[in-house]
């Protein structure tokens, strides 16, 4: 089992930008696919990005492409979701999770995922 904790969120204009990052333990980080979601109030978890085991591909939600950016750094054990002109309708809050398969290519839905951080708040305020 990893365990995965999320830290950069905060409060935020429309336009600015946010870091995120999310440290793992306790399992072999670079073997597995890792992604992020997010989740507002009353609404269900949804997929934001994810990035290849290796590091090679990535994929993105259409309401984040071309805004966000995921990258990871298999030395430090980390994956990071750079956020750039963030709009209101990004706030929530944001969860990475590490894929429960060894070296999927790629993983978008919340059930290909098993272990999941304890989220960091992103608000963007109008």
């Known amino acids: 089992q990893v365990q995965l904790v999320e830290s950069g969120g905060g409060l935020v204009q429309a336009g600015g930008s946010l870091r995120l990052s999310c440290a793992a333990s306790?399992?072999?980080?670079?073997?597995?696919?890792m992604g992020w979601f997010r989740q507002a109030p009353g609404k269900e978890r949804e997929f934001v990005s994810t990035?290849?085991?290796?590091?090679?591909?990535?994929y993105y939600a259409d309401s984040v492409k071309g805004r966000f950016a995921i990258s990871r750094d298999n030395a430090k054990n980390t994956v990071y979701l750079q956020m750039n002109s963030l709009k209101p309708e990004d706030t929530a809050i944001y969860y990475c999770?590490?894929?429960?398969?060894?070296?999927?290519?790629?993983?978008?839905?919340?059930?290909?995922?098993?272990?999941w951080g304890q989220g960091t708040q992103v608000t963007v305020s109008s």
């Open positions: 306790g399992r072999t980080f670079s073997g597995y696919a």
């Open positions: 990035i290849m085991w290796t590091g090679g591909s990535t």
């Open positions: 999770a590490s894929d429960k398969v060894f070296k999927r290519w790629v993983a978008t839905r919340v059930n290909e995922y098993g272990s």
